[in-house]
Structure formats: structure tokens, C-alpha cells
């Protein structure tokens, strides 16, 4: 079968829907993950990589959560990086449904995408690539699992920016020094700001490239003139806010994490 990607996804479940068998509460929690995949998308089920977050022990109505990632693929735009289409499937019962083992239905689909760093040489270089290196990137690319090692991104572009504002940022906490005017106001959800720039950046020193959990568009440059990635670390969102189209660093917001459950 050629490349699963997200839109061929999209139109193979409502006809999976409509040609498998009722998928029950108690199925969504003992049936396989590959099996759950036909279920829900038909064949194009067996090239996904799966994950079923789904509790055991909930009540009956309370639904579940199932998590599919395509294979990866070369990203087109950047050499040695990686891309996945993800998506995360809330099945919930009928609103009407009775018994202990209701029949479940598609409530809500949340899409994305995920990058693998396959080789990072290759994504840092951009260019002046020999032929040779450029080949069997697809095929590599397919032998990586996105389930491990994946960051959600918007783009391979925003990713390696990403780690170098990351690189950038800590390498500055470290030396006392932050890259640009920096506001850690709510650098904790809740609770009273640091007393000074000086302790934010002691708390910001274990920062790195390593710490990007994923990264997200912030802003619309052609609206505000400037460009913001936010850059999710476990327990913060770090905005990077980019002067457009230069992309010059202008300022730093750091805000802690209500919920570190929320860590994609």
C-alpha cells in the first residue's frame, strides 16, 4: 500500500463506520490496538501505528481516547527530518444509549503533525548535498516508530528553530544573560513572580535543545509583524516572539503549566 496520509484518513472513516460491525464500549477497552485500527479507518487501519488511551474500569458513558499515527515519511522542505500525521479519536457513547456496554461513535478528531530528527546533520545543513545522501530517504524514514522519539510540530521549519531558540535561551540562563527582553511573570501558573530577572534565568539554566516537548505557531505575522513559536518544555510554554520577516529574537514570555498532564 502507498503512503497513509492524514486526508485519505479522514475519508476512510466514515466508510469504515458504515461497514464494520457496532464498535462497543467493552470492545474499545479488550480489543487489539490493530484491530481497533480496522475498525475505525477500514485497511488503511494496518499501516497505522496505534495507541489506546482508553481506561478500563470507566463509567460505561464516559468514552475513551484512541491515539494513530501514520508511518513516517520524508519531510519534503528539509532533508533528515521525519513527518507523521497524527490523530487523537474521542469515541463516546450515543447520547441516548443505555446498558453497560453501549455502542461507541467518532465524537471528535484532533489532528496534527510529528517530526523525527533522523539525521541531524542533514536537517542543520539545508544544502550542497552529494546525490548519494539524498537517497532511500522515504524508506528510512518508515522503519522509525513516531510513537517514540516524534514531536509534534507544525513544520520542520518551526522544529529546528525551535531547538535553536531552546539552545539559545538556556545557553543564556546559564551565563546570566537572556538572548532578549524576557518576562517570567507567570513563569509559575500560580503564585508570585520572580523577584528578578536573575532568578528567573537560575531557573530557566537546565534549558536546552532536549527540552522541546513540542512547538506551536503563535502568531500571524501578516497581522502582527512578528512571528511566535511557542515551545511546549514539561512544566512551561515558552513564546519566542521573532521579528518578521528577519526572524530577529524581540522577546521572551515564559508561563508555567496549570496541568502537566497537557504535555503532548
Not at 13 to 31: D, G, K, N, V
Not at 66 to 92: E, H, I, N, S
Not at 131 to 158: M, N, T, V, Y
Amino acid at each position: 500500500m502507498g503512503i497513509v496520509t492524514l486526508a485519505l484518513l479522514l475519508a476512510a472513516a466514515p466508510a469504515a463506520a458504515r461497514e464494520s460491525p457496532t464498535l462497543t464500549r467493552s470492545e474499545l477497552t479488550t480489543l487489539s490496538e490493530e484491530e481497533l485500527a480496522r475498525r475505525i479507518f477500514g485497511p488503511l487501519g494496518a499501516d497505522l501505528y496505534v495507541t489506546n488511551m482508553t481506561r478500563e474500569g470507566r463509567r460505561p458513558w464516559e468514552g475513551g481516547w484512541v491515539w494513530f499515527w501514520t508511518k513516517p515519511r520524508k519531510d519534503w522542505l528539509r532533508d533528515g527530518l521525519c513527518v507523521a500525521d497524527r490523530m487523537v479519536v474521542q469515541l463516546a457513547p450515543d447520547r441516548l444509549a443505555v446498558g453497560d456496554n453501549p455502542a461507541m461513535h467518532i465524537a471528535s478528531v484532533e489532528t496534527g503533525t510529528v517530526y523525527i530528527v533522523r539525521d541531524r546533520k542533514m536537517a542543520t545543513k539545508l544544502s550542497g548535498f552529494d546525490p548519494d545522501e539524498l537517497k532511500g530517504q522515504d524508506e528510512a524514514c518508515a522503519k522509525l516508530d513516531p510513537r517514540r522519539d516524534s514531536i509534534p510540530a507544525d513544520s520542520g521549519w518551526q522544529l529546528m528553530s525551535a531547538f535553536e531558540l531552546m539552545k539559545k535561551l538556556g545557553d543564556g540562563a546559564r551565563a546570566g544573560r537572556a538572548p532578549a527582553p524576557i518576562d517570567c511573570t507567570h513563569i509559575d501558573f500560580s503564585g508570585p513572580p520572580p523577584e528578578s530577572e536573575a532568578e528567573c534565568l537560575t531557573r530557566l539554566s537546565s534549558l536546552g535543545e532536549a527540552s522541546v516537548a513540542a512547538t506551536k505557531e503563535c502568531s500571524d505575522a501578516r497581522v502582527t509583524g512578528t512571528y511566535c513559536i511557542r515551545v511546549q518544555t514539561y512544566d512551561r510554554f515558552i513564546y519566542f516572539v521573532l521579528r518578521f520577516p528577519d526572524q530577529a529574537l524581540e522577546r521572551v514570555i515564559v508561563e508555567g503549566m496549570e496541568d502537566t498532564s497537557a504535555v503532548e
